[in-house]
């Protein structure tokens, strides 16, 4: 019943709020916000339609009083090769992070599910080490991962990991998703375990009542609540691995090399090509745009869950 | 219901032992490839991997000069290039994921891997071509103690002012001999114009500001000589002392003059918001008359347009051309920079590759790359194969004995050191005071 009484107290501030975003001076505030916010981009998008003579010597602002309009730059994005075409980086890129992003969810939930809802000993202090494993750096795991990789695991002698052969280091994947995998769980872990947490204890109960065990429980009721918490965890995740360099330089090599490196390859060595990286932005920003979009219900759902409930 | 459970736990299982063996097929044999192909001594049909910081075009045509012998021997190099090169090898050092080849760009850098003790000696074929076709000045380069664990590759030189041979015929004025002349040239050119004569761009990202410094060291070399060069680059002569101190008063009454720059792009401050390459746009458009860059600035003239809209033509009767800073006082000096092979691996195959990038052969190759900007230290190299009249004259004066060559200081200096003499110099065009500037540089050596 407590609860009751706190959502009464809670309503008024909560509606107090919601006029005051309502208003006519927030929504010019929002609009303010979201014209100078979207500027940038605009201008370079505008941009990665001009000749490189215009991007080299004037802003883009001048475009409006000397329209030209041109798709060189896309053409020589598209046409420039670095070891690897940008086609095949594209490619690269995809194979990179749809298992970057899908290995750490599965993981991920069954970890929280675990956490939230198996009562073992240590469970909380488990959950706390896990949370606290967000501040460790990912540059602090680039030497250790590395050597992890080419020298492999052995335990007095017993080979429990061989290690990667250089040319898998070069042209395979593992490594690189392995490396995403580690870095991401520890966030996975904690946002997918909030999410499972908040599943009323009567409605996990009634299913146990009705005979479910664990995997049914897991399957049946756990994942189809936490579905907006996985879908924005998903554009999260993805968007971090599509736009990560770091990991990307470190750990592929030529052949194995995703759109990021390419984009910054595309200046060339001295930079003087640097007009391209207009088209570039664009070329690369499409299937992030694509999957954010076909996602977004689930990310605003997602971002909201649990805020208000009660 | 115990059967429900035990299906979830069994496919639990599955996809983990799934997801295992998918990271388990990546490896063909236990630990490092190569050691199939170290026992057989014939070295066809390998893969020698090389690292270094050229990407994009200027990758591509560096894989060019070596692919017809790669193919000719059957060895594949499979060459990556990263533009935190200089940052990424010491990661990959540490954890030991190690190219057969890296290319170092600065000698320095190239003496802390060889520190870490995973770079190889050359072999002695390879050494043997290296006495062979460098001078004694290039090879040092690449000498750690008295061990030769470097090639030189490709070089480059500095301190070219580039101008327009048709502008310089209206005004009727010649290219200058001495420093001297080319302030009364500037001068000259500004009563003509009533414009600013000079541009320069120091905007490099990470590393804006090495434009400048180069200037800076180009000055010192030619003023105070090698002797006082090699002491300031290991930090006998300091900043604050009177040569470097006269080179940025020197290049001050060009660079802080309103009157001189910044052509094309605006004020004096518009040199360090402008991209080092992008002064290739007024010079060939004609709105600057002179700036100082490497040869490497013929590179941004193919996309720059001329005031009629054509293509510059680069020669010395054309549009742009470009002749070495004129010296301060007393002999030719050249400032340069080059890159340096060093192998992480003594594979046979990694052995022949060296030797081969150390020949005269693949100098040769090298600077006929098509399009490209290439030049070599290798004094076996047939400096009539190349088409470019300037590259040509840049090679005559690297392997020429009698030139005082010194690489170019920051590059030679300790990381942090290099660091502030960048920003110091930014901050100097920016308008702070010369004396606290240096004072600032100097300061760097401690962290040193």
Redesign the interface.
């Given at each position: 019943m407590s609860t009751l009484t706190a959502v009464s107290a809670s309503h008024r501030p909560h509606r107090r709020t919601h006029q005051v975003l309502s208003s006519p001076w927030a929504t010019a505030g929002a609009i303010i916000i979201a014209v100078v916010w979207t500027l940038p981009t605009f201008g370079l998008f505008l941009s990665s339609f001009r000749p490189?003579?215009d991007i080299?010597?004037s802003g883009w602002w001048t475009f409006f009083a000397h329209p030209q309009v041109t798709l060189s730059n896309y053409a020589q994005t598209l046409d420039?090769?670095?070891?690897i075409s940008v086609i095949k980086a594209l490619l690269n890129s995809i194979t990179i992070t749809l298992p970057a992003a899908i290995?750490p969810i599965?993981l991920g939930l069954?970890a929280a599910y675990a956490l939230a809802w198996i009562d073992f000993k240590g469970r909380n202090i488990l959950f706390i080490a896990i949370f606290a494993l967000q501040i460790v750096p990912l540059q602090m795991l680039?030497?250790?991962?590395?050597?992890l990789?080419?020298?492999?695991v052995s335990v007095g002698g017993l080979?429990l990991f061989?290690?990667?052969?250089?040319?898998?280091?070069?042209n395979?994947f593992?490594q690189v998703w392995?490396t995403h995998t580690m870095s991401a769980l520890p966030l996975a872990i904690f946002m997918l375990h909030n999410s499972l947490a908040a599943i009323p204890t009567s409605v996990m109960e009634a299913a146990q009542i009705d005979?479910?065990?664990?995997?049914?429980v897991?399957?049946r009721v756990a994942l189809p609540l936490a579905t907006p918490t996985i879908a924005s965890y998903a554009i999260f995740q993805f968007l971090w691995v599509w736009n990560d360099l770091l990991v990307a330089?470190?750990f592929t090599?030529?052949?194995n090399?995703p759109i990021t490196k390419m984009l910054?390859?595309?200046?060339?060595?001295?930079?003087?090509?640097?007009y391209l990286l207009t088209a570039g932005t664009f070329l690369a920003i499409i299937v992030p745009l694509i999957v954010f979009f076909a996602l977004q219900r689930f990310f605003v759902r997602g971002l909201l869950a649990g805020s208000t409930k009660g | 219901m115990a059967k429900n459970r035990l299906i979830y736990g069994a496919s639990i299982a599955a996809a983990l032992a799934l997801a295992l063996a998918g990271c388990a097929s990546d490896q063909p044999s236990a630990n490092n490839s190569g050691d199939s192909s170290s026992g057989a001594g014939n070295a066809a049909g390998a893969t020698v991997t090389m690292y270094g910081t050229p990407i994009g075009d200027e990758a591509a045509q560096w894989e060019a000069s070596w692919e017809a012998w790669g193919k000719a021997n059957g060895i594949t190099i499979q060459y990556t290039g990263d533009r935190d090169f200089t940052t990424n090898i010491s990661t990959k050092i540490q954890g030991n994921s190690l190219p057969d080849i890296a290319v170092f760009a600065q000698p320095g850098l190239m003496k802390a891997a060889v520190d870490t003790g995973k770079v190889k000696p050359l072999d002695a074929t390879t050494l043997s071509e290296v006495k062979k076709n460098f001078s004694e000045d290039w090879q040092s380069y690449g000498t750690v103690g008295s061990q030769q664990y470097a090639v030189p590759l490709d070089a480059a030189v500095k301190g070219y002012i580039w101008y327009s041979p048709a502008q310089f015929a209206s005004w009727g004025v010649s290219v200058p001999k001495t420093w001297d002349e080319m302030m009364t040239l500037t001068q000259t050119i500004r009563d003509k114009t009533s414009k600013p004569v000079w541009c320069a761009g120091f905007n490099s990202g990470d590393s804006s500001g090495w434009p400048g410094t180069d200037q800076i060291a180009e000055y010192v070399l030619s003023a105070s000589g090698g002797d006082t060069y090699d002491k300031w680059v290991s930090g006998d002569v300091k900043f604050t002392d009177q040569p470097i101190v006269d080179a940025y008063t020197a290049l001050g009454k060009i660079l802080l003059n309103p009157d001189y720059v910044n052509a094309g792009f605006g004020d004096v401050a518009s040199i360090n918001s402008t991209a080092f390459g992008d002064v290739a746009i007024p010079l060939a458009s004609g709105e600057c008359a002179l700036t100082n860059q490497a040869t490497f600035l013929q590179a941004s003239f193919s996309t720059a347009k001329t005031a009629a809209g054509a293509t510059p033509k680069v020669a010395p009767d054309g549009d742009i051309w470009a002749f070495m800073m004129p010296p301060v006082a007393g002999k030719a000096t050249a400032m340069g920079s080059g890159d340096f092979a060093a192998a992480f691996s003594d594979r046979p195959e990694v052995q022949k590759v060296m030797a081969y990038l150390a020949s005269a052969d693949y100098a040769n190759s090298l600077i006929t790359v098509p399009n490209a900007t290439f030049i070599t230290a290798n004094q076996g190299v047939d400096v009539s194969k190349e088409a470019n009249p300037l590259l040509a004259g840049a090679i005559t004066t690297l392997t020429d004995p009698q030139t005082t060559f010194r690489f170019g200081a920051g590059d030679a200096m300790p990381a942090v050191v290099q660091q502030a003499f960048w920003r110091g110099t930014v901050d100097w065009i920016n308008g702070s005071d010369q004396a606290t500037v240096l004072g600032q540089m100097q300061a760097a050596w401690v962290d040193a």
């Open positions: 490189a003579d080299t010597t420039f090769t670095s070891g290995i599965v069954l680039l030497v250790p991962l590395l050597k990789y080419t020298g492999g080979h061989p290690g990667f052969a250089a040319n898998s280091l070069s395979g593992a392995i005979g479910a065990g664990h995997g049914q897991f399957f330089t470190i090599s030529g052949q090399a910054s390859d595309l200046s060339g060595v001295y930079g003087q090509q640097w | -």
